[in-house]
């Protein structure tokens, strides 16, 4: 279980006050905050013509991305590809508790960021969301 910190009970306020959309899934990666709202739900979140999106970008003044939840692991590999999006990635599997990302060079590079910054900020989520551990080879 996460423990949801202030700044991010601020976020999903304003999605919910914006789009009256409930969610319980936001997080930070690549300095972009992602949204992960039920399918259902999508359109309802982007609103029209994308006006949520534009009106809380605005407000924050940071990119932001509304994404489907995965309701379980075998929808892993969806949720990370929304996530990482535009980089791409080869496959994912599960061995072992843990998801094995494997990527190409460039791909993979992009993953992890400078610093390792993005792989932890990934890893994070995933521990978060599925807990189980991610390793990007």
């Given at each position: 279980?996460?423990?949801?910190?202030?700044?991010?009970?601020?976020?999903?306020?304003?999605?919910?006050?914006?789009s009256?959309?409930?969610t319980?899934?936001?997080?930070?990666?690549?300095?972009?905050?992602?949204?992960?709202?039920?399918?259902?739900?999508?359109?309802?979140?982007?609103?029209?013509?994308?006006?949520?999106i534009?009106?809380?970008?605005?407000?924050?003044?940071?990119?932001?991305?509304?994404?489907?939840?995965?309701?379980?692991v075998?929808?892993?590999?969806?949720?990370?590809?929304?996530?990482?999006?535009?980089?791409?990635?080869?496959?994912?599997?599960?061995?072992?508790?843990?998801?094995?990302?494997?990527?190409?060079?460039?791909?993979?590079?992009?993953?992890?960021?400078?610093?390792?910054?993005?792989?932890?900020?990934?890893?994070?989520?995933?521990?978060?969301?599925?807990n189980?551990?991610?390793?990007?080879?």
């Amino acid at each position: 279980m996460t423990t949801i910190d202030l700044q991010t009970i601020r976020y999903i306020n304003l999605l919910d006050n914006v789009s009256k959309v409930k969610t319980r899934k936001c997080f930070t990666y690549n300095n972009m905050i992602i949204f992960a709202v039920p399918r259902a739900l999508i359109a309802k979140a982007i609103g029209p013509g994308a006006s949520h999106i534009h009106h809380i970008q605005e407000r924050l003044g940071k990119k932001i991305r509304i994404i489907e939840e995965a309701q379980s692991v075998q929808e892993a590999e969806k949720f990370i590809r929304d996530i990482v999006a535009p980089v791409t990635f080869h496959s994912l599997e599960m061995k072992e508790n843990i998801l094995i990302m494997t990527a190409g060079s460039q791909s993979k590079a992009a993953l992890i960021g400078r610093n390792r910054r993005r792989e932890e900020e990934l890893q994070q989520i995933i521990k978060d969301t599925f807990n189980i551990e991610l390793k990007i080879i």
